[in-house]
Every structure is written in structure tokens, then in C-alpha cells.
């Protein structure tokens, strides 16, 4: 107990940033995810090939190098200058973290909610052209609405490995719930104790999450 | 058949690749060798005693710090002048350099690697205080470092650790230097970037996307002695920080006898030897540390 009242000026922070991250990329990836899900579904070849690139190439590169490129190769790139993120060094970081994990989880929710799509039954697809409806709309308020129901558990699943892969960011200057550890170790605390106190706020971060999962399960399902 | 064939063409040729990885190679630094003890007796110590009935030894070091505890990336061996001192102890223990294996561990590691008995001793930039005191036992000091800080070779801007204000300063993330920087107020604290090494650090500071990199100045004149060219280390150092060896809390017999081979090593020419073999190499000297037993 002692470990984390000592050193509430570390775990209040952290924890706080940790939630941020998650927020923030969580909203980011879920919609860029859906957009990659719609592009692999499309009835243009070259959209459906881009999706399938861009989900092939970054669902297999580690996390860890999505951030390097990104708090580290990227600005050498030059495309955008640092004033763009506020300048200062602490916002050019949280912000790359920010793409790096928007970037890499919209990959995986793009082929969540497509396997949610691959549930609906071809029928609607075509009942709903046969009504005249466009693509989009079509996509919108007959396919999209079904498959987001199927996709609930592996939805918050993402959504969990998400939440615990902003402690990758600790490597990358943004201070968060995975520098919490190596700050102890400096101050001289016990780390066990001061990692158990991290696991302890994770399992408290994830809980309303898995509750989450479960009342919407509940409200959303459907009888086949 | 053809899979027995198979396997021996496997074998054959794994044989000859660990056969050439084994030589030692011409890449020997000429640091000093030590005369390896025998019979080494430490009365008392549960350390000892599992050093002995293993037959080797296991000592932590840094695997990314030239100078003090460096790992070359292709031959696979280790130099600094903390690896000669953890080479020194083993001698004296009676373990010569094939007996010894070593580890590397990162700063935040340290103390759980101690405590857990995954290594026997731990050599790695490892300063004394009394916080960690609690949870560790240190022989030595056996080098006294300082903070400091390196910048660019063209950098007149930044000449001490007043001259930080609105600059970039980067250090390993939540490491003692750079929780200084921010208790003092040293910069703004957006302006501090904590990366995972010194050396991501070093080269942020080469490409310009930061204006300084602080630690020891120990391991900052590792760094400027390897890119004399491009880097300098500036101003006075701005902190104290004995290096001692990290040994099990508990063991006091074992932090006796290192203690002693410490006080021999500085006494005779073995420490002043191996600073010259390494550190000394940047062209600054040293004053020899004066141990701090308890």
C-alpha cells in the first residue's frame, strides 16, 4: 500500500494519460476501422485492394516499430513540420503515440467488422438493392446495423489489447501507466509491489469495459 | 532415408556455423587480463556458495553504454570499464573470463535481478543511495560520475545546466538524471523527451530533434569518444553518483570480500589499468574512488 500512496504523483498522472490515449485512439481507430471494413467490401477492385494492402502491411508490423516510425523516423520524413503538433516535444510525442495506435488498431477493427458484415446474410444485400438503395446506404442502414450486433465481444476485445498497448508508449516519452515502473525503480521502491498496483488499475480499467461487453449483448440480441 | 539424410546435412552444417561463431576473433582490446585466485574461500555467503556449486559465474551489466558496458553487436562480446571491474571481481573470486556469463540488464531491472538471484552481482552504472539500500547491497564506490551533459560539436548556446531553459533534453525514461531536470525545473517540462536508451537518445541529438542528452558524465564521454567529431560533453557535472556493485541485500560476507578485492584493485595498478584501458581512452582522468563500507 505504501508503494502507492508514497508515489500517488506517479500513478494519478499515468493512469490519467493511460485513459486519454485509450480514448482518444479507441474513437480514431473505430472509425477509420469501419471506413477500411466498408473499402475491403466495396464493389471497386482498386478500393478493396487498397484496404486489403493497408490491412496486410499493418496488422503485420509490431507495434513497437509502428511507434518507432512514427516518434522517431517519421520526423526525418519531413512531410509535416513539428509545429504542426504544437511544437513543444511533449505534444509531438503524444501525438505520434496517438497515430501509431489509431493506425495500428483500426487495422484489426477493420477485419472485425468485417467478419461482422460476413454474418448478414446475402439476402439483405440484395433486398436492399432490389429497393433501390445505393452502396452506401445500403451499407449504412441494412448491413452495417447487423454486423455491428455479431461483432460486440471481439469488438471489446480489440478495444481491451488497445487499452494495454498505450503502455508501449512509455519507450516513446509519453508518460503513461508503462513508465510508471521504471520511475519506481529510480526512486528506489519495489517494482513487484509498484507492477502489481499497475495490474490492479488494468484489471479496474477493463471491468467496465467487460460490462460493457455484456449489456450490450444483451440489449443487441437478435433471434436468427 | 531422405529425412535422415536430411538431418544429418542439418546437423553437419549447424556444427560448422557455431564452430566459426566461436573463435575469438581478432577484435581482443588489449584491456588488461587478470590473474585468476585460487581456492577462494567467503565463509557465510549464500551467493558464494551458489556461484560454486554452478562452476560460473553470472553478472549483470548494461549491454548499450561504450566506454562502461558495451555489447558489440557482431562478435557478441563485452567491453567498458565496467566489465573490466565485473571481470575483476570474478578473477579474484576465482572465476576466470570463460566462467564468466554475463547479463545485460536495463536500468529499471536491476533491483528484481538482484533480489530474484538471477545474476550473482550486478556492474552497471549503478548508483549508491540510500533508497536502494533497502532493497539491495552495494560494495564500493569503485568510480565516482557526476551529471552532465552532451550536445552537438556547433552548439555555443548550451554551456551548463542553466542554459537548458527552452531547450530539448532527452534521457532514459524515468531514469534519476532526467527526474532532476524536472525536480529543478532545469527546462519546461513539455520540452523533456524520455526515450527507452542513452542511445535513441544520442542519435534524436545527431539528427537535431533534440538540443541535449543528460546522464553521468561517464557515459556521456563514452558516447563523445566514440563521435568525437559530432559531439562534446559541456559544463561541470552537476550531481555525485558513486558507482557501486549491487549484490544481494542480505550478504554481507560476499560485500566484505568484494569491498577487499575493490580496496586491492586501487591499491596496486588494476583499477588505474583498467580506466586507461577503457574510460581513459576519451583523454579525461579520474580521481580513484574511496570506499564506503558498511
Known amino acids: 500500500m505504501d508503494v502507492l500512496l508514497d508515489n500517488l504523483d506517479l500513478y494519478g498522472p499515468g493512469f490519467l494519460n493511460t485513459v486519454e490515449l485509450f480514448l482518444i485512439s479507441a474513437v480514431g481507430s473505430l472509425v477509420l476501422g469501419t471506413i477500411l471494413a466498408m473499402l475491403r467490401v466495396a464493389p471497386v477492385p482498386v478500393m478493396r485492394a487498397m484496404g486489403a494492402t493497408y490491412v496486410t502491411l499493418v496488422r503485420n508490423t509490431p507495434l513497437t516499430l509502428v511507434f518507432f516510425f512514427f516518434a522517431l523516423a517519421f520526423p526525418l520524413l519531413e512531410i509535416v513540420s513539428a509545429d504542426t503538433f504544437g511544437g513543444s516535444a511533449a505534444s509531438y510525442y503524444f501525438s505520434a503515440a496517438l497515430m501509431a495506435l489509431t493506425l495500428y488498431t483500426s487495422a484489426f477493427v477493420c477485419e472485425v467488422v468485417r467478419s461482422g458484415i460476413n454474418t448478414v446474410p446475402v439476402g439483405q444485400a440484395e433486398a436492399s438493392r432490389a429497393l433501390g438503395l445505393t452502396f452506401g446506404q445500403m451499407l449504412t442502414s441494412v448491413v452495417l446495423p447487423q454486423a455491428t450486433r455479431a461483432v460486440v465481444p471481439p469488438m471489446v476485445s480489440t478495444m481491451i489489447a488497445l487499452l494495454k498497448n498505450t503502455t508501449i508508449a512509455a519507450g516513446f516519452s509519453v508518460f503513461q501507466a508503462g513508465s510508471i515502473s521504471a520511475n519506481l525503480s529510480e526512486r528506489g521502491e519495489n517494482q513487484l509491489i509498484g507492477l502489481l498496483w499497475v495490474a490492479v488499475f488494468f484489471i479496474v480499467l477493463v471491468i467496465p469495459m467487460t460490462l460493457l461487453q455484456r449489456s450490450l449483448e444483451k440489449r443487441w440480441s437478435i433471434a436468427r | ?294
Open chain 2, 1 to 294: 532415408m531422405r529425412v535422415r539424410t536430411l538431418a544429418v546435412a542439418l546437423l553437419a552444417g549447424g556444427l560448422a556455423l557455431t564452430a566459426c561463431g566461436k573463435e575469438g576473433g581478432p577484435g581482443d582490446t588489449g584491456a588488461p587480463s587478470q590473474q585468476v585466485a585460487a581456492d577462494v574461500k567467503v565463509d557465510g555467503s549464500p551467493t558464494f556458495d551458489k556461484i560454486k556449486s554452478r562452476g560460473r559465474v553470472v553478472i549483470g551489466v548494461k549491454e548499450d553504454q561504450p566506454g562502461l558496458g558495451y555489447k558489440d553487436p557482431t562478435s557478441g562480446k563485452f567491453t567498458g570499464f565496467d566489465i573490466e571491474i565485473a571481470k575483476l571481481v570474478a578473477a579474484k573470486l576465482g572465476y576466470g573470463d570463460d566462467k564468466i556469463d554475463f547479463k545485460a540488464i536495463p536500468s529499471a531491472g536491476r533491483e528484481q535481478a538482484l533480489i530474484n538471484g538471477d545474476v550473482d552481482y550486478y556492474v552497471g552504472t549503478y548508483t549508491i543511495n540510500a533508497k536502494r539500500k533497502e532493497q539491495v547491497a552495494f560494495a564500493g564506490p569503485y568510480f565516482t560520475a557526476g551529471q552532465s551533459l552532451l550536445v552537438k560539436k556547433d552548439d555555443s548556446a548550451i554551456t551548463g545546466k542553466d542554459s537548458l531553459k527552452g531547450k530539448k533534453v532527452c534521457s532514459v525514461t524515468g531514469s534519476t538524471p532526467i527526474q532532476k531536470v524536472k525536480s529543478e525545473g532545469l527546462t519546461e517540462p513539455e520540452n523533456i523527451v524520455e526515450l527507452q536508451t542513452y542511445s535513441l537518445c544520442v542519435e534524436q541529438l545527431e539528427q537535431g530533434t533534440v538540443d541535449a542528452v543528460t546522464t553521468d558524465d561517464a557515459i556521456l564521454k563514452g558516447y563523445a569518444s566514440q563521435s568525437p567529431d559530432t559531439l562534446k560533453v559541456v559544463g561541470e557535472p552537476f550531481s555525485n553518483e558513486p558507482y557501486g556493485i549491487g549484490l544481494p541485500k542480505d550478504d554481507k560476507a560476499l560485500r566484505d570480500k568484494v569491498n577487499d578485492i575493490l580496496q586491492a584493485a586501487l591499491d596496486g595498478g588494476e583499477w588505474q589499468a583498467a580506466y586507461d584501458a577503457t574510460l581513459g581512452k576519451s583523454g579525461s582522468t579520474t580521481d580513484k574512488p574511496v570506499l564506503e563500507r558498511y
